[in-house]
């Protein structure tokens, strides 16, 4: 039973190259979240989304920002013209109703250099 | 969400119990108390939840004070891979929506 995968695990970025992160929730989880650690900093809450629904994106930098769940395949959050400041960890979790806990991924590391 | 309030940082000696208290005065009656733990560089892992009574999982124990202002999670016996970032979190039972991560409480398990 894989947990919530992420990949990649670790993204290296020139500044003003776009940046994928792709997450796949755990089987039967049809809700995902989105978040950002920046360095020595908490967890920040982005995006949270149903399949083909963007639910909240309260915490989502109102530029350059874009997240999606299609129908089929990953979640992928998507960063364009990434600026050093966006280089921090970006975690992925997944939920079910009525199953407690949420589960989270390993997170991608991205480095805008 | 209610408001938490956690020390910034404890330790704890390996192998003894480690108690980390969480404040929650302004808890509503619908609101659990989780806990959720972060080990360096990994996701956050979910240890436990409660409403009112005392809970235990093969993780942890969760404490809850009969006013439900405040609660503890112990870990029985710590160990260092029990060093982490411990988050106290206060909100409605759902399996849904976001969780509001705090500062936490940097737990230090000492050999």
């Known amino acids: 039973n894989a947990g919530v995968m992420q990949n990649p695990r670790h993204l290296v970025r020139r500044r003003g190259q776009e940046a994928r992160l792709r997450c796949s929730p755990m089987k039967g989880h049809s809700h995902v979240y989105w978040y950002r650690q920046l360095p020595e900093e908490g967890l920040k809450f982005m995006v949270y989304l149903q399949k083909e629904n963007i639910i909240d994106e309260s915490g989502m930098p109102k530029e350059r920002f874009s997240a999606e769940f299609p129908k089929e395949g990953p979640s992928i959050l998507r960063i364009q013209q990434v600026v050093r400041g966006d280089s921090a960890a970006y975690f992925c979790?997944?939920?079910?109703?009525?199953?407690?806990?949420?589960?989270f991924g390993s997170g991608t590391r991205l480095t805008v250099v | 969400d209610a408001k938490t309030t956690q020390p910034t940082s404890m330790d704890c000696a390996e192998g003894r119990a480690a108690n980390l208290p969480c404040n929650h005065s302004t808890i509503s009656g619908n609101e659990y108390v989780y806990w959720y733990r972060q080990i360096h560089s990994q996701g956050p892992q979910y240890i436990i939840h409660g409403l009112k009574n005392n809970e235990t999982n093969e993780m942890a124990s969760l404490i809850i004070t009969e006013d439900r202002k405040s609660s503890t999670l112990i870990l029985p016996h710590a160990t260092l891979r029990d060093t982490a970032v411990y988050y106290c979190i206060v909100r409605v039972s759902s399996n849904t929506g976001k969780l509001i991560f705090g500062q936490g409480t940097t737990l230090q398990v000492k050999p």
């Open positions: 979790a997944s939920s079910r109703p009525g199953v407690d806990g949420y589960t």
